[in-house]
Structures are given as C-alpha cells and as structure tokens.
C-alpha cells in the first residue's frame, strides 16, 4: 500500500470510529446508516461535490460553508454535518470516500453483516440476487448484503469478493488461464 493511501485510511479509521461510537451512544445507528447512503449516492451522482472534497484550490471557509450547506440540504444528521465541517476545516475531505467504506464496514460488522461484491456480464434477477445471498449466508455464516455491478467485459460468470476471498468464475479469468496453459506448453 503507498504511504498516501495509508496516511488516508488511517485518517478515516479515526474520524470512522469516533463518528461509530457517537452513534453507539446516541442510539443512533439507522441515522448515521441513512447518512451514508445519501453521500455515497450524492458522491456518485455528483461531480461537482466530488471536485470540492478533492480539490485543493477551494479555501477552507468556502469548502466548510459549501459542505455545510449540502449537508443542510441533504438532511444529514447533526453529527454528521458537523463532522463534515470540522473535515473541512481541517482540510481533510478528500477521505471522505475511505470514511464512508469504513462506516459501512463498522456498522455490518456491528449488525452480524457481511458485505459481497459481485460482478456480472449483465444484471442479475432479484430472484438470482436472493439465490446468491442465501448461498453466500451459508458458506459465510454471516447476512450478506450484495454490492451488485456490471462488466461485460467479464464475458459470463461471476466475480465475487468476501472480505479478503475471491472467487472468480468470471469465462474471461478461464480463457485466460487457458491462455497461459498454451503458452507453457507451446
């Protein structure tokens, strides 16, 4: 890992856990939960808020006033927009993606949750979503909660990651492997 992906894991690790246990003690768990959803979905639709909290030409009042503001309009909880703030303050927005995986993971981990990635050439059913989940519940012993995209790249199959295990039954990942097969023997 490099020195500046560290620095800003350990960075979100911090405000991550005080941000948890403020929410551990305020009862106030399914909030912060909502809060995360909306920024991950205003990260993602966002452009504009991705520029503020990575660029480094907006001063700190403007991006603290700003972060407010949409902290304001989206109907974060105070604890969060108020973390929000203090970030900016200290010019540390720009981990605000690692802070919300954290949270995330703090709080799937508090629930007895794990989260899967999985990667499909096309959109699973609902139907094949629930036959996955119940799979994973089994082989993980744990609630899944599925993170669900799409790669056509990938050809057929799936991709899927638990915590540190992959498994990649992906017609790409084969064809590959059938590549270097070749590639020894010839």
Same mark, same amino acid.
């Given at each position: 890992m490099s020195e500046p992906a560290s620095i800003s894991t350990g960075i979100a690790a911090r405000y991550a856990t005080a941000m948890f246990e403020l929410a551990t003690e305020g009862k106030a768990l399914p909030a912060l939960e909502s809060d995360i959803s909306n920024l991950e979905a205003a990260l993602d639709d966002s452009a504009d808020l991705r520029d503020l909290i990575q660029s480094p030409i907006y001063g700190r009042d403007e991006t603290q006033a700003a972060i407010g503001g949409v902290a304001d309009k989206m109907?974060? +909880?105070a604890m969060t927009g108020n973390t929000l703030r203090l970030m900016a303050s200290k010019r540390r927005?720009?981990?605000?993606? !690692?802070? /919300? +995986?954290?949270? $995330? !993971? $703090?709080i799937a981990e508090h629930k007895g949750e794990v989260t899967a990635e999985v990667t499909s050439a096309? !959109?699973? #059913?609902?139907t094949q979503l629930d036959k996955l989940a119940k799979t994973l519940k089994a082989s993980v012993g744990k609630d899944v909660n599925l993170k669900t995209s799409v790669d056509d790249s990938i050809i057929g199959g799936l991709i899927v990651k638990v915590g540190s295990k992959m498994i990649d039954t992906s017609i790409r990942s084969? /064809? @590959? !492997?059938?590549? @270097? #097969?070749?590639k020894e023997v010839g």
């Open positions: 109907g974060l +909880s927005l720009f981990v605000l993606p !690692a802070l /919300l +995986s954290e949270l $995330r !993971a $703090r096309k !959109a699973l #059913t609902k084969k /064809l @590959n !492997a059938l590549q @270097n #097969t070749m």
